[in-house]
């Protein structure tokens, strides 16, 4: 790693990065969500669930903080025939009252469940129906 000794030069060097730094940060426009690309919009907007929506996923691990379990989502049907999901994506469930959370806790890690999610008001994705493992 190079180090400078000189002081005077040490000065110009950091004045010269302190000139360049905020011009560098403010060029860059922050995304917008129409601006997103397909890669990344896609997952965002499939994995909102604003109407029931049925799925199949792995668990990972209960979240014994939250009440809630993580699961990897493997497949989705569409009303006719269920759709491998390309890529591993993995989130957190809830339980749609006090009553399912031993049911969902229970199941062991791996297990494949097929469920009818639905966000609910405060943006959590809760578990409408649990078809089983």
Known sequence: MYR???????????AALLLV????????EPLQPGDLPPEIEVPITQMRFDHPTRIEGRVLYPDT???AIWIEWLRVHDGKQWHNISDQRQFVIYPAD???WP???A???GTVLRLTIQRDKDG???VLFLEGA
């Open 98 to 100: 006090d009553k399912m």
């Open 65 to 67: 903080y939250d009440d």
């Open 107 to 109: 199941f062991p890690k």
């Open 124 to 126: 959590k994705r809760r």
């Open 103 to 105: 049911t969902l806790k």
């Open 4 to 14: 400078c000794y000189n002081p005077a030069m040490r000065r110009v060097v950091v």
């Open 21 to 28: 730094l905020p011009a560098s940060v403010s060029a860059q």
